[in-house]
């Protein structure tokens, strides 16, 4: 199993910044994509930004232009910075990591999500 940790969600105040991480580990062959979703109180967990493996970032319209994306493939690490961010930005942030991982002698797809981190937006 593939087993994935977000870290890096504290409280800060609007205009601030924060670093969010994504750790993937256990028998991972190779990871296609990864990206962050968000789950705002009271809303359906919504997509925010997605980097592949060759380096294809997509952002979701809320946050282009000052969250940025970025992985280190040998890490298998993801990371989110987040820059001037606003109240609406309060939510718990989620990992997805998609890719091939080993069982036993075969290979398999994976599609796995870490716990969530709480980024708290405040003055």
């Known amino acids: 199993q593939v087993q994935v940790v977000e870290s890096g969600g504290d409280l800060v105040q609007p205009g601030g910044s924060l670093r969010l991480s994504c750790a993937a580990s256990?028998?991972?062959?190779?990871?296609?994509?990864m990206a962050w979703y968000r789950r705002i109180p009271g809303n359906q967990r919504e997509l925010v930004a997605r980097i592949t493996s060759g380096g294809t970032k997509n952002y979701r319209e809320f946050v282009r232009g000052r969250f940025t994306i970025s992985r280190d493939n040998a890490k298998n690490t993801m990371y989110l910075q987040m820059d001037s961010l606003k109240p609406d930005d309060t939510a718990v942030y989620y990992c997805?990591?998609?890719?091939?991982?080993?069982?036993?002698?075969?290979?398999?797809?994976?599609?796995?999500w870490g716990q969530g981190t709480q980024v708290f937006v405040s003055s």
């Open positions: 256990g028998s991972i062959r190779t990871i296609n994509s």
């Open positions: 997805n990591v998609v890719g091939l991982e080993y069982q036993g002698e075969s290979v398999a797809l994976f599609d796995s």
